[in-house]
C-alpha cells in the first residue's frame, strides 16, 4: 500500500513543495512519480525514485529508497499545480499507485 | 514521435459490452508492453490489465478477471480491451498507457488522453 502525504499542499508560486510518499513494505528505489493536471492524463516524472524523465525539467527531483520517498519541486510555477501520484512498481499490484497529493496555489 | 491514443467510450447499461481501442504509433510497439489503467473519483487510479510485447501474455486485475480482455494487434500497433458483463462500478477514465520495464517492473512512460466509460441505466 502506498501512502502520500499530505493530501494538499498549499503553495506559493515560486516557493518549494516536498511530496512524501510512503510503502508499507520496501519497494527498493522502484518507484515512479507522475503528475496529472485537471482533465489531463498523469505524466511520467521521475522513476528509479530519481532519474528524471525525458523533458522534466530540473526543478522537479526525487529521493529516497526502500519505504520513504519525497519529490520535490523547487521554484514552483503556475503549471506546476497539479496532483502528484508515487507508483511502486516492486511487485504486480492492482493498486500500485498512492491516492495523490494535490498541490495548489497559496 | 509516439502517440497513445484511445476511443470507445461510451454510456452502456449494467451488464452491456463495449470495446475500447488504442492506437499506439511512434515507437517499436512490438517490443513493448501495453496497459489499460482506470480512474475513478471512488477508487482513484487502477491498474487493470497488461499485455506483454513479447509473447502476449496477459494479466488482469482481480476486479476486471474473466470479464475483460485485452489484446494487440502488432500490425496495427492497436491493443484493445473487450468489456463484457459492465457493472457501474466499471464506470471510470480509461487510459491507455505504455510499459516500461526496469528492476522487477513496469511503470507507464506514455499514457493516453483516455476514454469515458459510463454504465448506467
Known amino acids: 500500500v502506498m501512502t502520500q502525504s499530505p493530501a494538499t499542499l498549499p503553495v506559493s508560486p515560486g516557493d518549494s513543495a516536498t511530496l512524501s510518499c510512503r510503502a508499507s513494505?520496501?519497494?527498493?528505489?522502484?518507484l515512479a512519480w507522475y503528475q496529472q493536471k485537471l482533465g489531463q492524463a498523469p505524466r511520467l516524472l521521475i522513476y528509479?525514485?530519481?532519474t528524471r524523465a525525458t523533458g522534466i525539467p530540473d526543478r522537479f527531483s526525487g529521493s529516497g529508497s526502500g519505504t520513504e520517498f519525497t519529490l520535490t519541486i523547487s521554484s514552483l510555477q503556475s503549471e506546476d499545480f497539479a496532483v502528484y501520484y508515487c507508483q511502486q512498481y516492486n511487485k504486480w499490484s492492482p493498486k500500485p499507485f498512492g491516492q495523490g497529493t494535490k498541490v495548489e496555489i497559496k | 514521435e509516439v502517440q497513445v491514443l484511445e476511443s470507445g467510450g461510451d454510456l452502456v447499461q449494467p451488464g452491456g459490452s463495449l470495446r475500447l481501442s488504442c492506437a499506439a504509433p511512434g515507437f517499436t510497439f512490438s517490443t513493448y508492453s501495453m496497459s489499460w489503467v482506470r480512474q475513478s473519483p471512488e477508487k482513484g487510479l487502477e491498474w487493470i490489465s497488461v499485455i506483454s510485447g513479447s509473447d502476449g501474455s496477459t494479466y488482469y486485475a482481480d476486479s476486471v478477471k474473466g470479464r475483460f480482455t485485452m489484446s494487440r494487434d502488432n500490425s496495427k500497433s492497436t491493443v484493445y480491451l473487450e468489456m463484457r458483463t459492465l457493472r457501474v462500478e466499471d464506470t471510470a477514465v480509461y487510459y491507455c498507457?505504455?510499459?516500461?520495464?526496469?528492476?522487477?517492473?513496469?511503470?507507464?512512460?506514455?499514457w493516453g488522453r483516455g476514454t469515458l466509460v459510463t454504465v448506467s441505466s
Open positions: 498507457a505504455k510499459l516500461k520495464w526496469e528492476s522487477r517492473g513496469w511503470y507507464f512512460d506514455e
Open positions: 513494505q520496501s519497494v527498493s528505489s522502484n
Open positions: 528509479g525514485a530519481s
